[in-house]
């Protein structure tokens, strides 16, 4: 009962995360017979609570029949680059460290996501891309910077 409960909480967590991410293209990796051929998507997604910063994400897509019917395991291999691309503008108080993207990356518990962290110190945005499964996560992860200009400081909450 108590894995349902935790299940149940993280989906519905996943769920409340604002940011979409909208495809700006693949490469395949590696042919498959039968389904999409494996591939590296790059995605864009607007930070909800930082107008004029995107993140892009880059991550590894499994394909073949498993891929195809949503059944596929996707690897625990992704980078982010985050980017201002238009004037900061904070849209309320900043959290010192939250999730700001989540999708998932296989048919049960496990997920890609993207916290930003706020550098109070330098006046930065620092996000994180890792993947974590329900189990047992991945070490692996990228993280990229964003500078707020010295005189705008950043709203903490």
Do not use: W
């Given at each position: 009962m108590r894995m349902i409960r935790?299940?149940?909480?993280?989906?519905?967590?996943?769920a409340a995360v604002g940011a979409a991410a909208e495809t700006v293209g693949s490469v395949d990796t590696a042919f498959k017979l039968i389904g999409p051929d494996h591939?590296?998507?790059?995605?864009?997604?607007?930070d909800p609570l930082v107008g004029g910063v995107s993140c892009y994400l880059s991550r590894a897509k499994t394909g073949g029949i498993k891929g195809a019917v949503g059944l596929a395991e996707d690897k625990a291999e992704s980078s982010?680059?985050?980017?201002?691309?238009?004037p900061i503008a904070f849209k309320g108080k900043v959290p010192r460290q939250e999730e700001v993207f989540s999708e998932r990356a296989s048919i049960f518990f496990k997920?890609?996501?993207?916290?930003?962290m706020v550098d109070t110190k330098r006046n930065a945005l620092a996000y994180l891309v890792y993947s974590d499964r329900l189990i047992d996560g991945s070490p692996k992860n990228s993280v990229t910077a964003v500078p707020v200009p010295a005189n705008q400081p950043i709203p903490l909450k």
């Amino acid at each position: 009962m108590r894995m349902i409960r935790l299940a149940l909480s993280l989906a519905l967590s996943a769920a409340a995360v604002g940011a979409a991410a909208e495809t700006v293209g693949s490469v395949d990796t590696a042919f498959k017979l039968i389904g999409p051929d494996h591939k590296v998507v790059v995605e864009v997604f607007d930070d909800p609570l930082v107008g004029g910063v995107s993140c892009y994400l880059s991550r590894a897509k499994t394909g073949g029949i498993k891929g195809a019917v949503g059944l596929a395991e996707d690897k625990a291999e992704s980078s982010v680059a985050c980017r201002q691309v238009g004037p900061i503008a904070f849209k309320g108080k900043v959290p010192r460290q939250e999730e700001v993207f989540s999708e998932r990356a296989s048919i049960f518990f496990k997920h890609v996501r993207v916290v930003r962290m706020v550098d109070t110190k330098r006046n930065a945005l620092a996000y994180l891309v890792y993947s974590d499964r329900l189990i047992d996560g991945s070490p692996k992860n990228s993280v990229t910077a964003v500078p707020v200009p010295a005189n705008q400081p950043i709203p903490l909450k």
